[in-house]
C-alpha cells in the first residue's frame, strides 16, 4: 500500500494542536478538507485513529500505536526533501569556465562585477589556464564554457568567435623602439626577447606566423607566464611579444606597446562550449556578458 503523507500531515497536525480548527489553520486548509484527509487515512488503514466528541478530541489506542511511527516518516521524509532542495541550489548557484589569463587578468573582473549584479550570490570558478588546458576543461565537463582561442576546426565544441586582437611589441617606455608607429620583424634581429612557454597558444600564433623566420630572432629567455615577461622587460632584461589584451599599460608603468608587422600576427578569441550541452542559466548570462564586453574590446581595438 502507498504511504499517505498528506493524510499523515493531517493526523500530527491534529494531535499536535488538539484541535481540528488550530490544525486546519496550520495546514492552511478548510476544516472540511482536513477532515476529509483524516478520514481517508482512517479508510485506507481500516482503523479509528481519533475520538471526537463535542467536547473532547483524544486519539485512541490505534493512533498512539502510529504517532511515533508518523512522525519519524514524515521528519525523514521532510529531511530528504530538504536536503535535495538544498543540492539543487547550490548546483543552480555554482559554475566554473575558463580563461586566457591575458583575459582573466584585466577583463574577466568588470565582466564579473556585472554578473554579480545581476545574479547576485553565485559562485564562480575559474581555471584561468592555457588554451589547450582550457579546451580539456570545457570537454571534460569541468567548465562550462572557456574564453579562449578559437579556431573552426573541432566537431565537439560550439565555437563563437568573437574578438580579433593583434601581438604587439613590449619594451620599455625609453626604448629605441618605443617611439615608433609600428615596429617590422627584421629590425628585431639580434635584440634579446623574452617568448612564453611552448605550451601555450600564443608561442604556436608567433612560431607559426613567422615560419622560419623565428631562427633569426635571439630568443634569449623563455618563461611560463606574460606576466613574468612583462616583468623582465620594466627590468630591461629585453624585448617581448604578447597579445594587446595582455597588457594594460595603465597598470604596466614604464613600458610602451608598439604594433608589429611584416608579419603582423592576430589571434581570435571567443567562447567555447561542448556541442550539444547546453549552458545552465546563469552560465547563459555570464556568456552574454562575456558577448557583449569582448564585442566591445573588438571594436576599440579596430578603431
Excluded at 466528541?53 to 521532510?78: F, I, K, N, W, Y
Excluded at 566554473?96 to 589569463?101: D, N
Amino acid at each position: 500500500m502507498r504511504v499517505d503523507f498528506l493524510g499523515l500531515e493531517a493526523f500530527l497536525s491534529v494531535a499536535h494542536w488538539g484541535s481540528f480548527n488550530r490544525a486546519a489553520g496550520h495546514l492552511n486548509l478548510s476544516q472540511t478538507a482536513l477532515s476529509h484527509r483524516l478520514r481517508k487515512l482512517e479508510d485506507d488503514l481500516g482503523v479509528k485513529l481519533l475520538s471526537r466528541t463535542t467536547r473532547r478530541l483524544a486519539l485512541t489506542s490505534a493512533g498512539l500505536d502510529l504517532l511515533p511511527t508518523a512522525q519519524r516518516l514524515v521528519s525523514e521524509l521532510t529531511a530528504s526533501l530538504d536536503g535535495l532542495r538544498a543540492g539543487g541550489r547550490a548546483r543552480q548557484e555554482r559554475l566554473a569556465i575558463g580563461c586566457l589569463p591575458t583575459i582573466a587578468k584585466h577583463h574577466l573582473p568588470r565582466i564579473l562585477r556585472e554578473f554579480e549584479a545581476g545574479l547576485p550570490g553565485v559562485a564562480v570558478r575559474v581555471f584561468d589556464n592555457s588554451a589547450s588546458e582550457i579546451v580539456e576543461r570545457v570537454l571534460a565537463g569541468d567548465a562550462e564554457f572557456g574564453i579562449t582561442i578559437v579556431s573552426t576546426n573541432r566537431w565537439d565544441l560550439e565555437i563563437t568567435p568573437l574578438l580579433k586582437e593583434p601581438f604587439v611589441l613590449v619594451c620599455a617606455a625609453d626604448h629605441a623602439l618605443a617611439g615608433h608607429a609600428s615596429v617590422a620583424w627584421p629590425m628585431l634581429e639580434g635584440v634579446p626577447l623574452i617568448r612564453i612557454s611552448q605550451q601555450t597558444g600564443n608561442r604556436f600564433l608567433i612560431d607559426d606566423a613567422l615560419g622560419n623566420r623565428r631562427e633569426l630572432m635571439n630568443w634569449q629567455y623563455e618563461v611560463q607566464h606574460v606576466g613574468t615577461a612583462l616583468g623582465m622587460v620594466q627590468a630591461g632584461v629585453g624585448l617581448t611579444v604578447v597579445p594587446r589584451l595582455g597588457i594594460d599599460l595603465t597598470d604596466e608603468p614604464g613600458l610602451a606597446a608598439v604594433t608589429l608587422r611584416n608579419p603582423g600576427i592576430v589571434r581570435s578569441l571567443g567562447i567555447v562550449a561542448r556541442r550539444g550541452h547546453p549552458l545552465s542559466p546563469a552560465a547563459e548570462a555570464l556568456a552574454a556578458i562575456v558577448h557583449g564586453h569582448l564585442r566591445k574590446l573588438d571594436r576599440a581595438i579596430r578603431e
